[in-house]
């Protein structure tokens, strides 16, 4: 991935920072740069992303992405297999 393409859409957060999606289902986080905690409602799960790597939100509700460093992440809308 070419990810000086993605540095205008990117999303900063300063350490200890929380970026909140209201509805996350099927989106995916790509961390850019620094690690991210995913949290979501009704999970138990603690999810780590560190750079390079992903996540693909998998249920309804809130998604809480909190930055464990200063980090750069994407958030990718699914792709609808329709068409």
């Given at each position: 991935?070419n990810?000086h393409?993605?540095?205008?859409?990117?999303i900063?957060l300063?350490k200890g920072a929380?970026?909140?999606?209201p509805?996350?289902?099927g989106?995916?986080?790509e961390?850019?740069s620094?690690?991210?905690?995913?949290t979501m409602?009704?999970?138990?799960?603690?999810i780590?992303v560190?750079?390079?790597?992903?996540?693909?939100?998998?249920?309804d509700?809130?998604a809480?992405?909190?930055a464990l460093?200063?980090s750069?992440?994407?958030?990718?809308?699914p792709?609808?297999?329709r068409?």
């Amino acid at each position: 991935m070419n990810t000086h393409d993605l540095r205008p859409a990117s999303i900063n957060l300063r350490k200890g920072a929380i970026h909140r999606l209201p509805n996350g289902r099927g989106q995916r986080i790509e961390s850019l740069s620094g690690s991210l905690w995913v949290t979501m409602d009704n999970d138990v799960r603690d999810i780590l992303v560190n750079p390079g790597e992903g996540f693909s939100i998998d249920r309804d509700g809130a998604a809480l992405i909190s930055a464990l460093d200063d980090s750069r992440f994407v958030v990718l809308e699914p792709i609808d297999t329709r068409y």
